[in-house]
């Protein structure tokens, strides 16, 4: 299928050509027909298939014909977790929009000064992209008029739901006409998913686009459970000495932890270095040619940082802690097994971790065996499988336990984003990706604390 069988508005397919896109990817091809057609979508599909463009496109088809009604307010609205995504969406609807006529994108979102935002608001608005906690405040001030809106996008809508802003989405799109289509995208469609879309579509069309399964055939999945941060580092120190390990990446929650780990693994002889976002580029080049050129042999990681490495080399990923979302740890561990070769992922997680599990396998559809080395088992055993954290929680198990009470009760469940209501109903607030948690990190070999990490390293 080409990009003209989609019936685009020619200017939008000059935009298309000139992007480099040649074909619709398989999102694009199944969602743009029927969004055209006027119908309502709940879509899974995740980051990197093309999901932006497969909303973003028909959105400026829509808007390429004028609308009767007289407002300046947002004839299209998305709504998305993180700052950072909004930010990727308002760059993709002008580089798709700029041969349209007069498209003005806006965003709104947290952590961004209000006077700008207003004088934004005072203008007319064509699409408008936002975080949900900072767009409700501008509609209870009144500044957003919502009478010609056609179309709302929940995009990530499940990590909307993890982060606790559906109540915010739902009372947004309570202010907008009933009129209106409705596109949900998520990474998975589950019961959760299906309620929120029972509240807020119309007949929804199901999309399902392949899931990122098959990508982790040639990986091998592992799980340890480990007591305390002692146990992780004797594991860590075990999985290490293995002597198939060529090269491997591990991976914390913060930055200071990649630090802080990094430099204890130096200390016990390994060739360890680490890799974040605080780090100057070109400290970060020089690690990376080391890493390239097997002078490294551990690199110790956050997500943000590790994102993109292609090393053939890299034989074993592993999780120190695990990812708060799902897509980062495919994200994660796609870094082994390169080029069809085959690799490991070692994941070490507490009996705490079990919803944050539970997410991961839910999103891969695989299970990771749980694996212990002799003389390293847990002292306290996990739940069963199916009876707690790791089997797929009912409604009711699901609707007990969120997220922030599944494993700790700090804030920092997410990327960059601004305070929402997780699913019990209490506010949170989600920081930065590279600085999520907080914990001990800094054991010696035997297993003695020698420091403590705060809340947050920035
Ligand atoms: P997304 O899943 O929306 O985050 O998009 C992932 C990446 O795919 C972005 O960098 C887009 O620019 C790119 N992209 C979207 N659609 C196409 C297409 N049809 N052909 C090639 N690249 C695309």
């Not at 093309?50 to 009767?68: E, Y």
């Not at 209000?114 to 992209?129: M, R």
């Given at each position: 299928?080409?990009?003209?069988?989609?019936?685009?508005?020619?200017?939008?397919?000059?935009?298309?050509?000139?992007?480099?896109?040649?074909?619709?990817?398989?999102?694009?091809?199944?969602?743009?027909?029927?969004?055209?057609?006027?119908?309502?979508?709940?879509?899974?599909?995740?980051?990197?298939?093309?999901?932006?463009?497969?909303?973003?496109?028909?959105?400026?088809?829509?808007?390429?014909?004028?609308?009767?009604?007289?407002?300046?307010?947002?004839?299209?609205?998305?709504?998305?977790?993180?700052?950072?995504?909004?930010?990727?969406?308002?760059?993709?609807?002008?580089?798709?929009?700029?041969?349209?006529?007069?498209?003005?994108?806006?965003?709104?979102?947290g952590?961004?000064?209000?006077?700008?935002?207003?004088?934004?608001?005072?203008?007319?608005?064509?699409?408008?992209?936002a975080t949900p906690g900072r767009l409700i405040d501008?509609?209870?001030?009144?500044?957003?008029?919502?009478?010609?809106?056609?179309?709302?996008?929940?995009?990530?809508?499940?990590?909307?739901?993890?982060?606790?802003f559906?109540?915010d989405?739902?009372?947004?799109?309570?202010?907008?006409?009933?009129?209106?289509?409705?596109?949900?995208?998520?990474?998975?469609?589950?019961?959760?998913?299906?309620?929120?879309?029972?509240?807020?579509?119309?007949?929804?069309?199901?999309?399902?686009?392949?899931?990122?399964?098959?990508?982790?055939?040639?990986?091998?999945?592992?799980?340890?459970?480990?007591?305390?941060?002692?146990?992780?580092?004797?594991?860590?120190?075990?999985?290490?000495?293995?002597?198939?390990?060529?090269?491997?990446?591990?991976?914390?929650?913060?930055?200071?932890?990649?630090?802080?780990?990094?430099?204890?693994?130096?200390?016990?002889?390994?060739?360890?270095?680490?890799?974040?976002?605080?780090?100057?580029?070109?400290?970060?080049?020089?690690?990376?040619?080391?890493?390239?050129?097997?002078?490294?042999?551990?690199?110790?990681?956050?997500?943000?940082?590790?994102?993109?490495?292609?090393?053939?080399?890299?034989?074993?990923?592993?999780?120190?802690?695990?990812?708060?979302?799902?897509?980062?740890?495919?994200?994660?561990?796609?870094?082994?097994?390169?080029?069809?070769?085959?690799?490991?992922?070692?994941?070490?997680?507490?009996?705490?971790?079990?919803?944050?599990?539970?997410?991961?396998?839910?999103?891969?559809?695989?299970?990771?065996?749980?694996?212990?080395?002799?003389?390293?088992?847990?002292?306290?055993?996990?739940?069963?499988?199916?009876?707690?954290?790791?089997?797929?929680?009912?409604?009711?198990?699901?609707?007990?336990?969120?997220?922030?009470?599944?494993?700790?009760?700090?804030?920092?469940?997410?990327?960059?984003g601004e305070s929402g209501?997780?699913?019990?109903?209490?506010?949170?607030?989600?920081?930065?990706?590279?600085?999520?948690?907080?914990?001990?990190?800094?054991?010696?070999?035997?297993?003695?604390?020698?420091?403590?990490?705060?809340?947050?390293?920035?």
């Open positions: 299928m080409s990009f003209e069988e989609l019936n685009l508005n020619p200017s939008i397919l000059r935009a298309i050509q000139e992007a480099g896109y040649t074909t619709p990817t398989p999102i694009q091809q199944q969602a743009v027909p029927e969004l055209i057609a006027g119908h309502d979508i709940m879509a899974s599909a995740q980051t990197g298939t093309g999901k932006t463009a497969a909303f973003m496109l028909p959105a400026l088809h829509a808007l390429a014909t004028p609308t009767q009604i007289r407002s300046r307010g947002p004839r299209v609205l998305v709504l998305t977790p993180t700052r950072e995504l909004a930010l990727q969406v308002s760059e993709a609807a002008k580089k798709y929009g700029k041969y349209l006529p007069r498209i003005n994108v806006v965003s709104i979102l952590g961004m000064p209000y006077p700008l935002q207003n004088k934004l608001l005072s203008q007319p608005v064509d699409i408008l992209v501008h509609i209870q001030r009144g500044r957003i008029d919502f009478k010609r809106l056609q179309m709302l996008v929940l995009d990530e809508a499940d990590r909307m739901l993890d982060m606790g559906i109540e989405v739902e009372t947004i799109a309570a202010a907008t006409p009933a009129t209106r289509q409705t596109l949900l995208f998520s990474a998975t469609l589950d019961n959760a998913i299906d309620r929120v879309a029972a509240k807020l579509l119309k007949t929804p069309k199901r999309i399902q686009v392949s899931s990122p399964k098959s990508k982790l055939d040639n990986i091998e999945q592992r799980l340890h459970y480990a007591d305390d941060m002692s146990h992780k580092n004797r594991l860590l120190n075990h999985v290490l000495r293995d002597e198939t390990l060529k090269q491997a990446i591990v991976f914390t929650a913060t930055k200071r932890d990649a630090d802080s780990l990094a430099d204890n693994l130096y200390a016990q002889g390994y060739a360890a270095a680490a890799l974040h976002g605080d780090m100057n580029q070109r400290e970060r080049t020089r690690t990376l040619t080391r890493l390239r050129n097997g002078g490294l042999r551990v690199l110790v990681a956050t997500d943000v940082a590790a994102r993109g490495i292609d090393v053939a080399d890299i034989t074993h990923v592993i999780n120190f802690d695990l990812p708060k979302f799902a897509e980062d740890y495919v994200h994660r561990i796609g870094r082994t097994g390169r080029a069809g070769a085959a690799g490991i992922a070692v994941s070490f997680a507490s009996v705490k971790d079990g919803m944050n599990l539970t997410k991961i396998e839910r999103y891969t559809g695989q299970r990771i065996a749980s694996h212990t080395i002799p003389g390293l088992e847990p002292r306290i055993k996990p739940r069963s499988p199916g009876n707690g954290p790791r089997g797929t929680p009912n409604v009711t198990q699901r609707r007990k336990r969120s997220p922030f009470a599944g494993h700790d009760s700090r804030p920092g469940f997410g990327a960059t209501r997780n699913r019990n109903g209490q506010r949170g607030r989600s920081i930065d990706a590279d600085n999520r948690g907080n914990s001990f990190r800094n054991s010696n070999s035997n297993g003695n604390r020698t420091g403590y990490q705060a809340a947050r390293s920035k």
